[in-house]
């Protein structure tokens, strides 16, 4: 059973990350923190259900559309919010993503009603692999290996790329970067974008096994504050590890505790860890 947990624990967790990069790279190169995040997965399980519903498109198949939606709504946030108080003092742009936030949660429960939605036909939906006593529902096993390649081709895209390193520069330096030529204005909405798109992808995953409803994205948004914090914000590789150990404690956590007590473990963990480690496990 425990064996069990621990698998489940480590699937969960890769999801999380991929949801967590977006936000490391957007906290890291802006230090701005968008508290619209969590309300970006759950606009692409909105996505993935609607284009599901209508045109009858399997959420895997629509992953490039809710992607590329996300990329854009990303894209949209900086040109259209964040950057009329990037220079502001940072309370103000705090609420200005979190007035975006609730735009967004009660948007959809205007449109779409507060009811749960599922996609209960997929190509994935009711598969499940049996390794002894360990099972491994398709749906998460294909959402966890594709969000590893995802956190894997973002950070291959960070670090070896020509606009990567243009993101890492801007990060570390707007000025030096500005006298370098590059255009920090482009490489803000990018980030921007980026931190979009990887929410819609972890988004269109999870709407194969996750109820989909206005506040869907809510926790996942809190869970990737916690995980960002933890790996040190802008470090993508440290997203990942603060992914698998947020997965890991939820799991163990509600098997030895009950579920009422696992996030409050979590939120444990992450109050010990900055005690100790104000920088995140991994610095930033």
């Not at 967790?13 to 957007?26: E, K, N, R, S």
């Not at 995802?150 to 670090?159: L, P």
């Not at 947020?246 to 799991?251: H, P, V």
Request: charged share 10%.
């Amino acid at each position: 059973m425990v064996a069990q947990v621990i698998t489940s624990g480590l699937l969960m967790g890769f999801i999380y990350a991929l949801v967590a990069v977006g936000l490391t790279l957007t906290w890291g190169v802006l230090d701005i923190i968008n508290f619209a995040h969590g309300e970006y997965l759950m606009l692409s399980m909105y996505t993935a259900f609607w284009l599901y519903s209508l045109l009858h498109l399997d959420p895997l198949i629509s992953l490039p559309i809710a992607a590329f939606t996300l990329y854009i709504i990303g894209y949209l946030t900086y040109k259209l919010v964040v950057k009329k108080v990037i220079n502001a003092p940072a309370l103000v742009a705090l609420l200005a993503t979190f007035g975006l936030s609730l735009f967004f949660r009660n948007t959809a429960q205007f449109l779409f009603s507060p009811n749960s939605r599922f996609i209960n036909e997929s190509i994935v939906v009711d598969k499940k692999i049996e390794l002894g006593t360990i099972i491994i529902g398709m749906p998460k096993l294909v959402a966890s290996i594709g969000s590893i390649i995802m956190v894997f081709v973002i950070y291959y895209f960070i670090e070896k790329t020509r606009t990567g390193k243009a993101i890492k520069a801007t990060a570390q330096d707007k000025a030096t970067a500005q006298l370098m030529g590059i255009n920090t204005e482009k490489i803000y909405a990018l980030t921007f974008g980026i931190s979009g798109a990887a929410a819609g992808i972890a988004g269109a995953f999870m709407s194969t096994f996750y109820s989909i409803y206005p506040e869907s994205g809510l926790m996942y948004g809190l869970l990737a504050f916690v995980i960002v914090a933890l790996g040190g914000f802008g470090n993508i590789m440290g997203a990942l590890y603060g992914g698998l150990i947020i997965g890991l404690t939820e799991a163990l956590g509600g098997y030895f505790l009950g579920t009422q007590f696992k996030y409050a473990i979590v939120f444990l963990i992450y109050l010990i860890v900055i005690q100790f480690k104000p920088k995140g496990l991994f610095g930033w």
